[in-house]
């Protein structure tokens, strides 16, 4: 078995929002992955006094327990209990309800000799290679299938000029739109306090033998095929298996470099904590 994992924030100045982590049991019979995006909250209060990582060490560490103790639980409803668990652990000091408290996207994976099962809620990536080499990205499309009259603000948003005032109104204005949809029908779900949303997740399970390799990917990794078009996902995995993770978030990286005003490539962060997950079972 080959596990590679690396990681690394958008602004060194600021802590890393992503978390990655694998488990495998003592029988030495199979194994889970967790990779969870954490979602930077806006600059004014957002009704909690813990941090984003701070949420994403416990709800992570949280799922990757239950995955690996509890092997009677799909993967929707490890999600679940650990959403619950976390926020219960700050539930007596923090307003769980605020559209922004603390939360994150995810995907997780788990193995045994028969089966791999997965899950992803939000904008990460799962990469499923087959022995033939092909690749089945598995993706919550959700986020990008917003309804016309958004996605419409958004265009119009990039279409007018950079800098200026009428752009920057606009810019708040489509933002506003999009966190109308977070976590509402018609829009899109991350894991925050309500653990109802595990049921929104894409979520399934192949045959071990359909599988050679799983590649998890943050959304600020997943930027090497989904902004930059460096690639396609097969290439992604290709690359990640080839040279590994941390050749992965280096090539985003010099691609940020190149473009850092997301004149070329346009962007809502021109930097992005970037987490990569490869297990070969």
């Excluded at 028969?114 to 939000?122: A, G, K």
């Excluded at 779900?189 to 050679?212: I, L, M, Q, Y």
């Excluded at 941390?246 to 970037?274: F, H, M, N, S, T």
Aim: proline share 7%; glycine share 8%.
């Amino acid at each position: 078995m080959r596990i590679e994992l690396a990681t690394e924030p958008g602004d060194p100045q600021r802590p890393n929002e992503d978390y990655a982590s694998v488990a495998l049991p003592a029988s030495g019979q199979g194994g889970v992955l967790v990779l969870l995006d954490g979602v930077t909250p806006p600059e004014e209060a957002y009704g909690c006094i813990h941090s984003v990582p701070w949420f994403t060490a416990r709800l992570g560490g949280s799922m990757l327990e239950l995955s690996g103790s509890r092997r009677d639980m799909t993967l929707a409803e490890v999600l679940s209990a650990a959403i619950s668990r976390t926020a219960d652990m700050h539930r007596s000091t923090c307003d769980l309800s605020h559209a922004r408290t603390p939360q994150a996207t995810v995907v997780t994976a788990r193995w045994c000799a028969d089966t791999v099962e997965y899950l992803v809620l939000s904008d990460s990536v799962l990469l499923l290679e087959r022995p033939d080499g092909t690749v089945r990205p598995v993706l919550d499309p959700r986020l990008d299938e917003l309804p016309p009259a958004v996605r419409a603000r958004g265009a119009a948003v990039r279409a007018l000029p950079r800098g200026s005032a009428e752009r920057a109104a606009a810019g708040r204005a489509y933002g506003r739109a999009v966190e109308a949809l977070r976590n509402a029908e018609g829009g899109f779900f991350t894991a925050a306090a309500d653990p109802s949303v595990a049921a929104r997740a894409v979520a399934g399970r192949v045959p071990r033998g359909e599988v050679r390799s799983l590649t998890a990917l943050s959304d600020g990794a997943g930027r090497w095929v989904e902004v930059f078009r460096e690639g396609s996902w097969a290439d992604c995995a290709a690359l990640v298996a080839k040279q590994g993770p941390q050749a992965l978030i280096d090539q985003v990286r010099a691609a940020e470099a190149a473009d850092p005003d997301g004149a070329a490539y346009p962007r809502g962060k021109a930097r992005d904590d970037a987490a990569v997950v490869f297990v070969a079972p």
